[in-house]
């Protein structure tokens, strides 16, 4: 069926669910946690149905991992165009941000919403492959930022689009980067109409991928690489950076606790895209 990336609205015009969403009934003191695109979406869908939202953020710029995200070349600036719109249509709905605000257990039990939604974002966890402990080991994030020291020759771990990102924004610096991930192929996370340009990228950067493996040791100056089938062979390598991401489990616990309402969405549910992360907030906003 036809379908947008980041509008939920498109191929649904004609349903009443989507375009004209019933008002809020009770309505509910939201609090939203993380200011990425699936928290801003869930944010301006609730408080256009009347709720009382609240978006909380411990950074003080809202985008969540798409600020990372859209320092990778090729286009990927464009992403924040979406926060912008976002933020916007936030302010019309007469959302409340907090942004430079850690949600913590205290705040949770000093705040008592109706509900809480989380949106994170995913944690990113270190391999449990012998030797990866006492690597270089860097994170995407830190690596966009330009906060992490990296370098000649990366294995960047991960061959979804956050893999694909930061390995292209390092050989565009000059680095030897390979890719080694567990998905049969890489960009298995990219919407299809922009896949294959990033394999082109890839290639007139150099960028050397081994899809459906994973790394099974590091040792001093290499990791080595295991294919699906048991095969291992070394690969040289000064720095690890970690791109391969898990849902985030972190506050469901208090939440559930207190006996509040939870949502979790995103990539904090499980991660995928960006286009996931949106539809994810429109359909919580509409059903919360």
């Known amino acids: 069926p036809m379908t947008c990336y980041i509008n939920p609205l498109c191929a649904h015009e004609h349903d009443p669910r989507y375009t004209n969403p019933p008002p809020a009934d009770p309505k509910k003191n939201i609090m939203i946690v993380g200011g990425g695109p699936a928290g801003l979406e869930c ?9 009382e ?25 464009e992403l924040m165009t979406c926060i912008r719109y976002q933020k916007v249509q936030c302010e019309k709905a007469g959302v409340q941000f907090h942004l430079g605000t850690e949600v913590t257990e ?50 960047v771990w991960g061959n979804r689009k956050p893999g694909i990102g930061v390995a292209l924004f390092l050989a565009k610096q000059g680095k030897k980067v390979t890719l080694v ?31 459906d493996c994973d790394i099974d040791e590091v040792k001093p100056g290499e990791i080595i690489v ?20 898990v849902p985030n489990e972190n506050l469901k616990n208090v939440v559930q606790a207190e006996g509040i309402e939870l949502f979790v969405i995103g990539d904090a549910l499980v991660p995928r895209n960006m286009s996931s992360a949106v539809h994810d907030g429109f359909h919580i906003g509409v059903r919360i």
């Open 43 to 51: 944010a301006y869908v609730a408080a256009r149905r009347g709720h």
């Open 53 to 77: 939202v609240h978006v909380y953020d411990k950074r003080k710029e809202l985008g969540g991992t798409i600020l990372e995200a859209s320092k990778a070349p090729y286009g990927d600036d």
């Open 106 to 155: 205290d705040l949770i039990k000093e705040e008592l919403p109706d509900s809480v939604v989380i949106a994170t974002g995913p944690v990113y966890p270190k391999s449990n492959a012998p030797g990866f402990d006492t690597a270089n080991v860097v994170n995407v994030l830190d690596v966009l930022r330009g906060e992490a020291k990296v370098g000649d020759h990366v294995i």
């Open 181 to 211: 991930g567990k998905e049969k192929s890489a960009g298995f996370d990219i919407n299809p109409s922009f896949k294959w340009r990033y394999m082109i990228f890839l290639r007139q950067n150099g960028i050397k991928a081994y899809n």
């Open 226 to 245: 295991k294919t699906y089938d048991g095969y291992r062979f070394p690969v040289k390598c000064d720095t690890i950076v970690v791109t391969e991401r």
